[in-house]
C-alpha cells in the first residue's frame, strides 16, 4: 500500500494529496471487497467447493495474463 499510494501521490498534482489519498484507499478497499463478497455469494448459491475452484482458477489466469503482458514489455531503456 505504501508503495502505491507514494507513487499515486508523487504522480498528482500538487495540493491534492487528501483527494489523491482519499481515492486510493477507497478503490483499493472496493477491489479487496468485491472479490469476498462475490465468493461468499457463490458459495451460497453454488457450494464451497465449485466456488473455490472458479476463484482459483480466475485468479490463475489473471496472473498468466499479468505475466504475458509483463513479458511483452520492452525493457527499460529501449524503445519500441
Known sequence: FRAGLGSVVAAGPP?????????F??????????????????????????SGLAFTVGVALLAAVALALLLRRAPPGTSQ
Do not use: D, K
Open 25 to 50: 484507499f477507497l478503490v483499493l478497499y472496493i477491489g479487496i471487497t468485491i472479490p469476498v463478497i462475490g465468493e461468499g455469494a457463490a458459495a451460497t448459491a453454488f457450494g464451497l467447493v465449485p
Open 15 to 23: 495540493g491534492t494529496r487528501a483527494e489523491l489519498t482519499s481515492t
